[in-house]
């Protein structure tokens, strides 16, 4: 069942105005709550398609077609949550959350501008891994109401908990948060670290990377079962340095590096013979790469305009 309208349609219908403007608020949340963007689509969908199997009396009842919204979504999330874990373990390798590009760098024909991720602190991909390591419940009430800042009475009535409960739940999330958050730099700070780790990559020298990154680094990659990749993350400075250089020894000149945005922060894209192959996205403490993110299962990277 299609969601959209018609042109013209929502002039002349102010409730099908009301719920398609929401259609932007409810991607952001799901995105957040599941770290996928094919999934979260699937989530706003079902959504409306709820919407639409109402009779008409039922949804002229409903005071805020947009709460109800995203009160449908947000359980929605939170149910595909609960099953996500089982699902992770025939995962092969590490699960990492989609990665975005800058809007502007958005695959066109494929979604519709008003429907893109706003990028803030709140989706940068060292907040997501952190989320994603909470129970679905923490994960939840805390995105509704810290990132999205609903009453922990809405709160209550999307995660079937008392108010009280969904306070120390997101108490709970916040202190999770808080003990992974480091001092970062800034963003000028970060692009320059970044810039100079793509330099050193490229020219295989392992001493400037291993200067570059933490003692403790952790590279952790993505493949899916679909690419080619480490399936255990990689730990420390010296052992990450010595495997980037062994695959840019590999690649050769097949592999091309480029600087964009990814999830907001300073990344890397990765192209082999002309087609994108990786998504890096960095967790920098500091003037230290603290964390390497690779994304290369293809199915996570429809969103980016290089292909």
Request: charged share 35%.
């Given at each position: 069942?299609?969601?959209?309208?018609?042109?013209?349609?929502?002039?002349?219908?102010?409730?099908?105005?009301?719920?398609?403007?929401?259609?932007?608020?409810?991607?952001?949340?799901?995105y957040r709550l599941l770290g996928s963007l094919a999934d979260a689509e699937d989530v706003v969908q079902e959504a409306y398609a709820r919407w639409y199997a109402m009779p008409a009396r039922e949804q002229q009842a409903i005071e805020s077609p947009g709460a109800w919204l995203m009160t449908v979504a947000g359980r929605i999330c939170l149910n595909l949550l609960g099953s996500a874990r089982a699902r992770r373990e025939t995962y092969v390798g590490d699960w990492i959350p989609e990665p975005l590009p800058e809007p502007t760098e958005w695959i066109t024909g494929g979604t519709d501008p008003a429907d893109r991720v706003t990028l803030d602190e709140s989706v940068t991909m060292a907040f997501l891994v952190v989320l994603d390591s909470m129970t679905p419940a923490e994960r939840v009430a805390f995105v509704l109401h810290d990132v999205f800042r609903y009453p922990f009475g809405e709160v209550a009535e999307i995660v079937g908990r008392t108010p009280a409960a969904c306070r120390q739940l997101a108490s709970s999330a916040r202190r999770r948060i808080r003990a992974a958050q480091s001092p970062a730099s800034t963003r000028a700070g970060q692009a320059g670290i970044v810039s100079q780790f793509k330099t050193a990559w490229e020219a295989k020298d392992i001493d400037a990377l291993i200067g570059l990154l933490d003692p403790e680094a952790v590279a952790t990659a993505d493949g899916g079962g679909l690419a080619i990749t480490h399936l255990r993350p990689i730990v420390g400075s010296a052992q990450i340095a010595r495997a980037y250089a062994e695959i840019a020894r590999v690649s050769g000149d097949r592999t091309t590096f480029l600087e964009c945005t990814v999830n907001g922060l300073p990344g890397l894209l990765a192209q082999q013979d002309g087609k994108l192959s990786t998504v890096f996205a960095f967790e920098i403490t500091g003037d230290r790469i603290r964390h390497i993110w690779a994304v290369r299962n293809p199915e996570k990277l429809r969103p980016w305009r290089i292909s």
């Open positions: 069942m299609t969601t959209r309208a018609e042109p013209g349609d929502d002039e002349s219908d102010p409730v099908l105005s009301t719920i398609m403007s929401e259609r932007r608020r409810l991607i952001n949340l799901a």
